[in-house]
């Protein structure tokens, strides 16, 4: 059982459009959420983060939105732009222990001039 | 700038064969963290380590053993490897929970 899941295997947008990626989680503990951008032939760079004390994080752009109760967040790129094109990991951790993260399967975003 | 290099950067080979991938960070770090990248599964969690001399499994132990001599290097080992194990691998290295920092990774190819 995925303990973070991502329901869209991709997703395409236009240009200046917002685009909404979801994630949900089964864990309880978890309380540290981060968002992984990974271009091609290129290893996962921390785009975002949010913990679960929160229930909006925004920077710029790129803004997480975030439900406890409901185990689910959301990430909303705002105005997306060709340069956004990238897969988006849904990544949880919990404040013991090793820190170590766990991700979801990771979303293939396509943003179309 | 947060530094993790890995090593080498595309491998062949072949079953039964012994294959050892190379991660160092320059970022004194204590976790260091194996992971591979398979479609449709995001990135799982193979060996991680939380200082020179210490390896812990992570989700996906089997088949691999992770050695941890120093603060800055960690490997990761296939003693016998198998075609199961054609996967992108990623190393990262972790200061506490909210800096983890991924190197470019390794595509493996077993034949």
């Known amino acids: 059982q995925q303990q973070v899941r991502q329901s869209s295997q991709s997703l395409t947008v236009w240009e200046g459009e917002t685009a909404i990626l979801n994630c949900s989680y089964e864990?309880?503990?978890?309380?540290?959420f981060p968002w992984y951008q990974q271009f091609p032939g290129e290893g996962p760079a921390l785009l975002i983060a949010?913990?679960?004390?929160?229930d909006k994080k925004e920077d710029g752009r790129f803004t997480i939105f975030f439900n406890k109760r409901e185990k689910n967040l959301s990430l909303h790129i705002k105005d997306s732009q060709p340069g956004d094109s990238a897969t988006y990991f849904c990544?949880?951790?919990?404040?013991?222990?090793?820190?170590?993260?766990?991700f979801g399967s990771g979303t293939q975003l396509t943003v179309m001039p | 700038e947060a530094a993790v290099t890995q090593s080498p950067r595309n491998k062949v080979a072949v079953t039964g064969g012994k294959v050892t991938l190379s991660c160092n960070q320059t970022?004194?770090?204590?976790?260091m963290y194996w992971y591979r990248q398979d479609t449709g599964h995001g990135l799982r969690l193979i060996h991680y380590?939380?200082?020179?001399?210490?390896?812990e499994k992570g989700d996906i132990p089997d088949g691999y053993k992770a050695s941890r001599p120093s603060q800055e290097n960690f490997s990761l080992i296939l003693e016998l490897a198998t075609p199961s194990q054609t996967s992108v691998y990623f190393c990262?290295?972790?200061?506490?929970?909210?800096?983890?920092?991924f190197g470019k990774g390794t595509r493996l190819t077993v034949v």
């Open positions: 949010i913990r679960s004390v929160s």
């Open positions: 864990n309880s503990a978890f309380d540290y």
């Open positions: 380590s939380y200082g020179a001399g210490s390896t």
């Open positions: 990544a949880a951790s919990e404040a013991s222990g090793s820190w170590q993260l766990i």
């Open positions: 970022n004194n770090h204590n976790n």
């Open positions: 990262a290295s972790g200061g506490g929970q909210t800096e983890v920092f």
